[in-house]
């Protein structure tokens, strides 16, 4: 499917990495809220940086994927959801974001960009 894929960010590796991503962020012990940040650079290698981006990579790879993978990278992405839930905030001004606000992930406060 990533080999597949006429999609720039669906590239052979990628749901490994995003996956692996996706469950770093959550890594930290502790109770203290995550905050997700914007990829320093654009490039699809760089953009998995930003966890959201990631998310928004494996909802890809699930929407493409036979039942069978794809119910079973569902399962290990659902558990990841549920601490991303858990672990950020949500953004009280997502409502007046337009952009990319009909996904979940993108509507939990974030730090700024990289390094400011
Ligand atoms: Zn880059």
């Given at each position: 499917m990533e080999r597949l894929s006429?999609?720039?960010?669906?590239?052979?590796?990628v749901t490994d990495r995003a996956l692996r991503r996706y469950r770093a962020f959550l890594q930290?012990?502790?109770r203290r809220p995550r905050f997700p940040r914007e990829a320093g650079c654009s490039c699809r290698g760089c953009s998995l940086d930003d966890v959201r981006h990631a998310r928004d990579v494996l909802e890809k790879v699930l929407r493409r994927l036979p039942p069978r993978p794809r119910a079973e990278l569902a399962r290990q992405v659902h558990v990841l959801d549920r601490r991303y839930a858990e672990r950020t905030l949500p953004d009280p001004l997502a409502p007046h974001r337009p952009w990319r606000s009909n996904r979940w992930w993108w509507r939990r406060q974030a730090d700024g960009p990289e390094g400011t």
């Amino acid at each position: 499917m990533e080999r597949l894929s006429y999609d720039y960010f669906v590239f052979p590796g990628v749901t490994d990495r995003a996956l692996r991503r996706y469950r770093a962020f959550l890594q930290p012990p502790g109770r203290r809220p995550r905050f997700p940040r914007e990829a320093g650079c654009s490039c699809r290698g760089c953009s998995l940086d930003d966890v959201r981006h990631a998310r928004d990579v494996l909802e890809k790879v699930l929407r493409r994927l036979p039942p069978r993978p794809r119910a079973e990278l569902a399962r290990q992405v659902h558990v990841l959801d549920r601490r991303y839930a858990e672990r950020t905030l949500p953004d009280p001004l997502a409502p007046h974001r337009p952009w990319r606000s009909n996904r979940w992930w993108w509507r939990r406060q974030a730090d700024g960009p990289e390094g400011t």
